[in-house]
């Protein structure tokens, strides 16, 4: 059974931080590539980190590059988001979900979400 829970999620100011968590269940955490969504109000989801199995190798978002970085922590079943240099831009709901990347971008694995949780930058 999938079970994703997001939290860390809050209201900053542009160029404050925030760190994101996500426990998984070892059904949904274990052997997946795992990677963070976000959905801003009207627009479709979208990719932004994926981080290997074991951590070595990850892949962010143009957009996110240089700004925010991902985590994980096998023995927690967790996977982690730390977000620097906020902007209002990057307001949205963060999701985290088993992942892939197909061309370059990162793609859920499953249709599956957690219920999110909400980050909002103000300028």
């Known amino acids: 059974q999938v079970e994703l829970v997001e939290s860390g999620g809050g209201s900053v100011q542009a160029g404050g931080s925030l760190r994101l968590s996500c426990a998984a269940s070892a059904y949904t955490y274990s052997s997946n590539f795992m990677g963070w969504f976000r959905q801003p109000p009207g627009k479709e989801r979208e990719g932004v980190a994926g981080?290997?199995?074991?951590?070595?190798?990850?892949v962010y978002a143009d957009a996110v590059k240089g700004r925010f970085t991902i985590s994980r922590d096998n023995a927690k079943n967790t996977v982690n988001l730390q977000m620097n240099n906020l902007k209002p831009e990057d307001t949205a709901m963060y999701y985290c979900?088993?992942?892939?990347?197909?061309?370059?971008?990162?793609?859920?694995?499953?249709?599956?979400w957690g219920q999110g949780t909400q980050v909002t930058v103000s300028s």
């Open positions: 981080i290997s199995v074991g951590g070595g190798n990850t």
């Open positions: 979900a088993p992942a892939l990347v197909v061309g370059g971008v990162i793609r859920p694995k499953l249709r599956s």
